[in-house]
Protein backbone atom coordinates (compact mmCIF):
# COMPACT_ATOMS: atom_id res chain seq x y z
CA UNK A 1 0.00 0.00 0.00
CA UNK A 2 1.21 3.72 -0.22
CA UNK A 3 2.05 5.65 3.08
CA UNK A 4 3.27 9.38 4.24
CA UNK A 5 4.05 9.51 7.73
CA UNK A 6 4.34 12.92 9.48
CA UNK A 7 4.43 13.76 12.92
CA UNK A 8 1.46 14.16 14.28
CA UNK A 9 1.96 17.87 16.06
CA UNK A 10 5.33 20.19 17.02
CA UNK A 11 5.77 22.62 18.96
CA UNK A 12 8.57 25.47 18.69
CA UNK A 13 9.08 28.76 19.89
CA UNK A 14 8.80 32.36 18.33
CA UNK A 15 12.03 32.98 16.45
CA UNK A 16 13.51 29.65 16.34
CA UNK A 17 13.85 26.75 13.65
CA UNK A 18 11.69 23.70 13.55
CA UNK A 19 12.31 20.78 11.00
CA UNK A 20 9.17 18.62 10.18
CA UNK A 21 9.69 15.35 8.28
CA UNK A 22 7.69 13.69 6.25
CA UNK A 23 8.84 9.63 4.74
CA UNK A 24 7.35 8.13 2.44
CA UNK A 25 6.71 4.44 0.65
CA UNK A 26 4.48 5.11 -2.72
CA UNK A 27 4.01 3.14 -5.94
CA UNK A 28 6.48 5.19 -8.57
CA UNK A 29 7.71 9.01 -7.15
CA UNK A 30 7.07 12.32 -9.67
CA UNK A 31 7.80 14.85 -7.02
CA UNK A 32 6.97 15.62 -3.67
CA UNK A 33 4.87 18.89 -2.29
CA UNK A 34 4.52 20.78 0.91
CA UNK A 35 1.00 22.15 1.74
CA UNK A 36 0.60 24.89 4.57
CA UNK A 37 -2.87 24.93 5.87
CA UNK A 38 -4.17 27.45 8.81
CA UNK A 39 -6.97 26.36 11.12
CA UNK A 40 -10.77 26.57 8.93
CA UNK A 41 -8.49 27.43 5.63
CA UNK A 42 -7.75 25.90 2.23
CA UNK A 43 -4.22 24.47 1.91
CA UNK A 44 -1.85 26.90 0.21
CA UNK A 45 1.60 25.78 -1.73
CA UNK A 46 4.53 26.26 0.22
CA UNK A 47 7.18 23.79 -1.88
CA UNK A 48 8.01 21.29 -4.51
CA UNK A 49 10.75 18.66 -5.12
CA UNK A 50 11.56 16.30 -7.94
CA UNK A 51 14.91 16.07 -7.51
CA UNK A 52 17.30 15.17 -4.55
CA UNK A 53 18.83 18.17 -2.43
CA UNK A 54 17.28 21.40 -0.85
CA UNK A 55 15.02 23.83 -2.39
CA UNK A 56 14.82 27.20 -0.45
CA UNK A 57 12.38 30.05 -0.43
CA UNK A 58 12.47 32.85 2.31
CA UNK A 59 12.63 31.16 5.49
CA UNK A 60 10.99 28.01 4.61
CA UNK A 61 13.31 24.81 3.03
CA UNK A 62 12.10 21.50 1.70
CA UNK A 63 14.86 18.87 1.63
CA UNK A 64 14.07 15.40 -0.63
CA UNK A 65 16.28 11.73 -0.54
CA UNK A 66 14.74 10.03 -3.13
CA UNK A 67 16.70 6.89 -2.19
CA UNK A 68 15.70 7.24 1.52
CA UNK A 69 11.64 8.03 0.84
CA UNK A 70 12.36 10.56 2.70
CA UNK A 71 11.64 14.69 2.60
CA UNK A 72 12.05 17.67 5.43
CA UNK A 73 10.19 21.55 5.73
CA UNK A 74 13.06 23.74 7.40
CA UNK A 75 11.17 26.75 8.65
CA UNK A 76 13.53 29.43 9.95
CA UNK A 77 12.95 32.69 12.15
CA UNK A 78 9.58 30.96 13.40
CA UNK A 79 6.51 34.01 13.55
CA UNK A 80 3.16 33.19 15.35
CA UNK A 81 1.45 33.17 12.08
CA UNK A 82 3.49 29.74 11.31
CA UNK A 83 0.66 28.47 13.51
CA UNK A 84 -0.75 25.53 11.08
CA UNK A 85 -0.83 22.40 9.61
CA UNK A 86 1.98 21.17 7.41
CA UNK A 87 0.69 19.05 4.83
CA UNK A 88 3.07 16.68 2.72
CA UNK A 89 2.42 14.78 -0.41
CA UNK A 90 3.83 12.43 -2.70
CA UNK A 91 2.79 12.17 -6.13
CA UNK A 92 2.78 8.62 -7.50
CA UNK A 93 3.92 6.49 -11.00
CA UNK A 94 0.50 7.50 -12.07
CA UNK A 95 0.21 11.31 -11.09
CA UNK A 96 -1.82 11.03 -8.18
CA UNK A 97 -1.20 12.58 -5.13
CA UNK A 98 -1.06 10.82 -1.87
CA UNK A 99 -1.28 12.88 0.97
CA UNK A 100 -0.25 12.57 5.18
CA UNK A 101 -2.43 13.79 7.21
CA UNK A 102 -0.05 16.85 7.87
CA UNK A 103 1.72 17.87 11.15
CA UNK A 104 -0.21 20.63 13.60
CA UNK A 105 3.11 23.15 14.53
CA UNK A 106 2.24 25.07 17.34
CA UNK A 107 4.26 28.41 18.05
CA UNK A 108 4.72 29.19 21.60
CA UNK A 109 5.79 33.12 22.38
CA UNK B 1 -6.10 36.06 -10.98
CA UNK B 2 -9.17 34.82 -9.05
CA UNK B 3 -8.81 31.81 -6.57
CA UNK B 4 -10.88 28.66 -6.92
CA UNK B 5 -14.35 29.31 -5.57
CA UNK B 6 -16.62 27.20 -3.88
CA UNK B 7 -20.02 26.90 -2.44
CA UNK B 8 -21.44 27.20 -0.21
CA UNK B 9 -19.01 27.73 3.03
CA UNK B 10 -21.41 26.20 5.24
CA UNK B 11 -24.16 23.80 5.38
CA UNK B 12 -26.34 21.80 7.86
CA UNK B 13 -28.50 19.30 6.90
CA UNK B 14 -29.96 15.78 8.25
CA UNK B 15 -29.13 12.32 7.59
CA UNK B 16 -30.99 10.83 4.82
CA UNK B 17 -30.96 14.29 3.13
CA UNK B 18 -29.26 15.07 -0.07
CA UNK B 19 -26.67 18.42 -0.90
CA UNK B 20 -25.04 19.92 -3.38
CA UNK B 21 -21.85 21.87 -3.68
CA UNK B 22 -20.46 24.39 -6.34
CA UNK B 23 -16.95 24.66 -7.50
CA UNK B 24 -15.53 27.50 -10.39
CA UNK B 25 -11.55 27.27 -10.61
CA UNK B 26 -9.17 29.32 -11.77
CA UNK B 27 -9.38 30.48 -15.41
CA UNK B 28 -7.35 27.65 -17.93
CA UNK B 29 -7.03 25.45 -15.35
CA UNK B 30 -7.90 22.06 -17.14
CA UNK B 31 -7.71 19.40 -14.37
CA UNK B 32 -10.17 19.81 -11.38
CA UNK B 33 -10.24 18.18 -7.84
CA UNK B 34 -12.81 17.19 -5.42
CA UNK B 35 -11.49 16.10 -2.13
CA UNK B 36 -13.15 15.30 1.37
CA UNK B 37 -10.78 16.32 4.44
CA UNK B 38 -12.18 15.25 7.25
CA UNK B 39 -10.56 16.49 11.03
CA UNK B 40 -7.23 16.21 12.04
CA UNK B 41 -6.50 14.08 8.69
CA UNK B 42 -5.28 14.73 5.23
CA UNK B 43 -7.53 15.51 2.31
CA UNK B 44 -8.62 12.15 0.34
CA UNK B 45 -9.27 12.27 -3.19
CA UNK B 46 -12.86 12.10 -4.28
CA UNK B 47 -12.67 12.90 -7.85
CA UNK B 48 -10.75 13.97 -10.54
CA UNK B 49 -11.68 15.35 -13.69
CA UNK B 50 -9.36 16.28 -16.54
CA UNK B 51 -11.33 18.87 -19.14
CA UNK B 52 -15.14 17.67 -18.55
CA UNK B 53 -13.74 13.90 -18.24
CA UNK B 54 -13.18 11.50 -15.25
CA UNK B 55 -9.56 10.73 -14.60
CA UNK B 56 -9.88 9.24 -11.29
CA UNK B 57 -13.05 8.55 -9.34
CA UNK B 58 -11.92 5.47 -7.86
CA UNK B 59 -12.43 6.60 -4.13
CA UNK B 60 -15.76 8.05 -4.98
CA UNK B 61 -18.97 6.36 -2.81
CA UNK B 62 -20.81 6.13 -6.14
CA UNK B 63 -24.05 4.88 -4.44
CA UNK B 64 -24.60 8.45 -3.18
CA UNK B 65 -21.57 10.44 -4.60
CA UNK B 66 -22.15 11.90 -8.00
CA UNK B 67 -20.14 15.10 -9.46
CA UNK B 68 -20.08 15.92 -12.88
CA UNK B 69 -18.38 18.92 -14.54
CA UNK B 70 -19.88 19.83 -17.84
CA UNK B 71 -18.26 22.09 -20.54
CA UNK B 72 -15.36 21.14 -18.67
CA UNK B 73 -15.20 24.67 -16.36
CA UNK B 74 -17.54 24.70 -12.96
CA UNK B 75 -18.49 21.39 -11.55
CA UNK B 76 -21.06 20.15 -8.96
CA UNK B 77 -20.42 17.39 -6.32
CA UNK B 78 -23.99 15.85 -5.09
CA UNK B 79 -24.39 13.12 -2.06
CA UNK B 80 -27.71 11.26 -1.83
CA UNK B 81 -28.68 10.58 0.96
CA UNK B 82 -26.06 11.59 3.21
CA UNK B 83 -24.83 9.82 6.23
CA UNK B 84 -23.20 11.13 9.48
CA UNK B 85 -19.92 9.72 8.46
CA UNK B 86 -20.64 12.57 5.36
CA UNK B 87 -19.47 15.32 8.00
CA UNK B 88 -16.22 17.08 6.88
CA UNK B 89 -14.63 19.66 5.00
CA UNK B 90 -15.00 19.14 0.91
CA UNK B 91 -12.02 21.28 -0.84
CA UNK B 92 -12.05 22.09 -4.76
CA UNK B 93 -9.13 22.57 -5.99
CA UNK B 94 -7.55 23.04 -9.56
CA UNK B 95 -4.26 22.98 -11.89
CA UNK B 96 -3.10 23.30 -14.78
CA UNK B 97 -1.67 20.64 -16.99
CA UNK B 98 2.13 19.61 -16.92
CA UNK B 99 4.47 17.87 -14.45
CA UNK B 100 4.62 20.54 -11.60
CA UNK B 101 1.22 21.62 -11.79
CA UNK B 102 0.54 22.36 -7.74
CA UNK B 103 -3.04 22.65 -7.20
CA UNK B 104 -4.34 25.62 -5.70
CA UNK B 105 -7.76 25.47 -3.45
CA UNK B 106 -10.65 26.58 -2.89
CA UNK B 107 -11.91 27.78 0.39
CA UNK B 108 -13.90 24.58 1.11
CA UNK B 109 -17.67 23.63 2.56
CA UNK B 110 -17.67 22.88 5.87
CA UNK B 111 -20.91 19.57 6.21
CA UNK B 112 -22.50 18.94 9.28
CA UNK B 113 -24.91 15.74 9.30
CA UNK B 114 -26.66 15.91 12.10
Known amino acids: GQNIDQPTEMTATEGAIVQINCTYQ??????LFWYQQHAGEAPTFLSY??LDGLEEKGRFSSFLSRSKGYSYLLLKELQMKDSASYLC??????????WGAGTKLIIKP | EAGVAQSPRYKIIEKRQSVAFWCNPI?????LYWYQQILGQGPKLLIQ????????DSQLPKDRFSAERLKGVDSTLKIQPAKLEDSAVYLC????????????FGPGTRLTVL
Open chain 2, 93 to 104: ASSRSGKRNEQF
Open chain 2, 27 to 31: SGHAT
Open chain 2, 49 to 56: FQNNGVVD
Open chain 1, 26 to 31: TSGFNG
Open chain 1, 49 to 50: NV
Open chain 1, 89 to 98: AVRDSNYQLI
